[in-house]
């Protein structure tokens, strides 16, 4: 066993110490030096391009386009939708000068006093407020419309307490912004990116998820209404995966944003936004991973399948390398990443470790005896069971067996998810349950106050009002009072 894998800390002694361990151990990121930043290391990174690129792909094939906008925004846009700038006031970073210079007494680089800006500029938190100022050139008529734009960015919001992937002053994602003619088509936009994250998190990254609405209390700042995905962790705490935003015409106000109608009327523009950032890297790792390192899920593993040969001198080396060369060839025109690992620098043992540390979700293992008896030693990552297999067909078996890995990591996670999920009808109930982790179906009064009183009393929060859920009439389990039906409760991440 591999010295990382010792050190590992388990989940069931320390949750959270075994997720940083594992994103530093796994190579996946480190801290920086700038506080609440974070360094995505290349194996990070790589997981992250995969997700990228089926996004993108995604995105693309329900017409949208990417292009980019400045990271630096006027202060003075934010101010105009007022709900907009209250939400993300405290989260600002806010460059004043443009200059330094050395200090008179030589103490050092200061910043020059004459060099203050005349606006101050805001490091972007998002991009609503700039593309809508950008917007208003683009859009005078509706030929203009719909206007189906994506970015991929890094954005600033300074967070106070930090984590690796979840909470980071500096993240990356990508954020659509979209203008429509009606209320309907803007409406219709914002339901179809949502499916299009379920679709990303259920069949890519093999997380399940509920679809539903944010209640008011959780809505994002400047919008009519938040949509948005929610996933279980390993420790029974939600996480938001995804939000679609159907922002009316709260936007085309603040920056008189109009288009003339087919009748040759003035309209103002309807629009949405919607996000999913690193923060995914973050589900991927809680959802699937063990005590033994990551778990992958197959179509995001930058490795799908490695290939460690076992010999004692270079002649047998050069014997499993010949055999393993035609594998390699058929697994790669199959669209499978692959690995032959023969360095000479480590041990089998500590490979073995190193890619069961990493998610790697397939292993194979070949010496001279195994090419002798025409078979392969087979490992899974997701149940760490081993087997021998037939070396002829062996291409088609990974394949087959990553299809299997990507079902099973699947339906594990959805079965933890249905024995964490429970309807609880009353308040004390409610305040035992909460303690053991997992999503609450319980009935609320509607009320901003009886959700802040309890996320006050509980630390638990409204995580959505759920699509199709349990819409039988009930009463609120903290006030008595009449409710329409019952909505997920959790604590979160």
């Not at 499993?320 to 041990?347: C, H, M, Y």
Request: aromatic fraction near 10%; include cysteine.
């Amino acid at each position: 066993m591999a010295k990382e894998l010792k050190d590992l800390t388990k989940r069931s002694d320390n949750y959270s110490q075994w997720y940083n361990d594992l994103v530093v151990k796994a190579d996946l990121a480190e801290q920086s030096a700038v506080r609440g930043c974070m360094v995505i290391k290349p194996y990070g990174y790589a997981i992250w391009e995969k997700m990228q690129h089926e996004l993108d792909r995604m995105f693309k094939e329900t017409g949208h386009q990417n292009a980019y906008f400045p990271l630096l925004i006027p202060k003075s846009f934010l101010s105009r939708e007022a709900d907009h700038v209250e939400g993300f006031a405290k989260e600002c970073a806010v460059v004043t000068h443009y200059r330094l210079k050395n200090a008179e007494d030589g103490s050092g680089v200061v910043v020059d006093p004459a060099a203050r800006l005349e606006e101050e500029l805001i490091i972007r938190p998002t991009s609503e407020t700039i593309i809508w100022n950008t917007y208003r050139n683009w859009i005078h008529s509706y030929r203009d419309l719909p206007i189906l734009i994506n970015q991929w960015a890094n954005v600033m919001r300074w967070e106070m307490r930090t984590r690796m992937f979840l909470r980071t002053a500096e993240f990356l994602w990508q954020e659509g912004h979209t203008a429509h003619a009606t209320e309907e088509e803007a409406w219709a936009e914002a339901r179809r990116m949502l499916d299009v994250y379920a679709d990303f998190a259920e069949n890519y990254m093999a997380v399940p998820v509920i679809k539903g609405v944010k209640s008011a209390n959780e809505r994002f700042a400047g919008a009519l209404e938040t949509l948005c995905i929610e996933a279980m962790m390993q420790d029974g705490k939600a996480l938001q995966a995804g939000t679609s935003h159907f922002l009316g015409q709260n936007f085309a106000k603040a920056f008189d944003v109009t288009y003339v109608n087919k009748d040759n009327q003035p309209e103002y523009v309807w629009a949405t936004s919607w996000g999913v950032s690193t923060r995914l890297m973050g589900a991927l790792i809680m959802t699937h991973s063990d005590d033994n390192g990551l778990v992958l899920p197959p179509r995001l593993a930058p490795i799908q399948v490695v290939i460690i040969p076992i010999y004692k001198n270079d002649e047998q080396r050069s014997q499993i390398a010949e055999a393993v060369d035609p594998i390699v060839k058929e697994l790669r025109q199959l669209g499978i990443s692959v690995k032959f690992d023969d360095a000479d620098n480590k041990r089998p043992g500590f490979k073995f470790a190193d890619y069961e540390l990493k998610g790697v979700p397939v292993r194979l293992a070949i010496g001279c005896r195994d090419i002798e008896n025409g078979t392969v030693e087979v490992m899974r990552r997701d149940t760490l069971e081993k087997h021998q297999a037939p070396l002829q067909g062996i291409a088609q078996y990974c394949k087959d067996l990553l299809e299997d890995i990507q079902a099973n990591i699947f339906k594990k996670a959805l079965d933890h998810r249905e024995e964490l999920t429970r309807k609880v009808d009353t308040y004390e109930e409610f305040k035992q349950e909460i303690e053991k982790g997992g999503f609450i179906l319980a009935h609320w009064d509607g009320t901003p106050e009886t959700e802040e009183r309890i996320k006050e009393e509980t630390k638990a929060t409204i995580r959505c009002i759920p699509f199709g859920g349990d819409e039988t009439p009930g009463v609120c389990m903290v006030t008595g009072r009449p409710s329409a039906r019952r909505v997920i409760f959790a604590r979160n991440y």
